[in-house]
């Protein structure tokens, strides 16, 4: 998207595409999945030191029909396979989600008989931000590679 | 320098002593160490010890702190299982470890649920993990894994990396 010298005159000339992609990446409503142990980086990720509002993505929504990116934050079982899967489902186009940590991205050190092995066995997965548990650096970087992700894609109306 | 020692070994209360001569024949075996008194019964005086244990003056065992089992196949045990219990009481400060063996073919232990209540969740994460049931039990399903899952994964014959997801690939 180009904002160039003319758009000083009140108007500015873009694409139809690149505008709404412009729009989406910076109103990113969150519905964080949190589980486990990282939802504390999360919290610290989205509390006034990193700001994760900054990027627009301040407003976490509660509700699966009423959000755009679903963040998977810490251990999935798979007694709760289900339930992610379900609140995915629910989830309106378009939609993204982010792997948040380790075991959400591999299942980390939990090889056994209880943890998914990565989610993106059961939902497909746009963003994987590794780390047990990642700094919020790192998070905001993965919410960057998102917005990068968003913005470049082709945008359904 | 000696290391010093939290636990006086001559102000112990010795309540594993004090609980074999109660009941001779029920006791398999006492040892205490660092202030861990235990006692190994049969299973057949389970319930006399531990209600003896909760409303005896001296020992007014009010808390079921743990209850749980270990699986030791591979350490040759026979009995293969042993049901462990720890109790403590509030009003005396001072704390008692019961076992007892169980074996794999008639893996049922009688219920301490009528006694402490406390006993219901620990006694259905056992059943879970081991597979060793509890008599008496009001609602023994299991506790952690879901309906579905086949076997009892802590004990030591279930393979570490076997998975039994509800959703997705099967490995």
Redesign the interface.
């Known amino acids: 998207m180009e904002m160039t010298e003319k758009a000083t005159g009140g108007y500015l000339t873009s694409r139809l595409n690149d505008m709404i992609g412009w729009a989406r990446k910076y109103s990113i409503f969150q519905y964080p999945f949190v589980t486990a142990c990282c939802g504390m980086e999360y919290m610290s990720t989205a509390c006034s030191h990193y700001d994760v509002d900054r990027f627009g993505a301040g407003l976490p929504r509660f509700s699966p029909r009423q959000s755009d990116v679903l963040f998977v934050v810490g251990t999935i079982s798979?007694?709760m396979?289900?339930v992610l899967?379900q609140i995915y489902d629910q989830m309106a186009d378009p939609k993204w989600v982010v792997a948040f940590g380790v075991c959400t991205c591999t299942g980390g050190f939990y090889?056994?008989?209880?943890t998914?092995?990565g989610i993106d066995?059961?939902i497909p997965v746009d963003v994987y931000i590794p780390g047990c548990p990642p700094r919020p650096e790192n998070v905001l970087d993965g919410l960057i590679k998102l917005q990068e992700k968003i913005q470049g894609q082709k945008q359904e109306v | 320098m000696p290391v010093p020692c939290l636990f006086d070994q001559n102000k112990m209360p010795n309540l594993h002593e004090q609980l074999k001569a109660k009941l001779p024949e029920g006791v398999l075996e006492i040892h205490a160490q660092h202030g861990d008194e235990t006692v190994v019964l049969r299973r057949a005086n389970w319930i006399d010890a531990a209600l003896f244990i909760r409303e005896d003056p001296a020992f007014r065992m009010n808390v079921l702190m743990d209850l749980t089992a270990v699986d030791g196949r591979d350490l040759k045990w026979k009995p293969r299982f042993e049901v462990v219990a720890h109790f403590y009481s509030t009003e005396h400060n001072h704390r008692l470890r019961l076992k007892t063996p169980v074996d794999e073919k008639d893996a049922v232990v009688p219920t301490l649920t009528n006694l402490w209540p406390s006993a219901n969740w620990f006694e259905r994460e056992v059943w879970d993990m081991f597979g060793i049931r509890f008599d008496g039990h009001p609602d023994l399903r299991r506790l952690l894994m879901y309906t579905e899952f086949k076997g009892h994964p802590l004990r030591k014959d279930y393979l570490w990396n076997k998975r039994q997801p509800l959703i997705g690939p099967k490995n």
Request: hydrophobic letters at 30%; glycine letters at 0%; a positive charge.
């Open positions: 798979h007694k396979a289900p899967k090889d056994n008989y209880a998914v092995q066995t059961v």
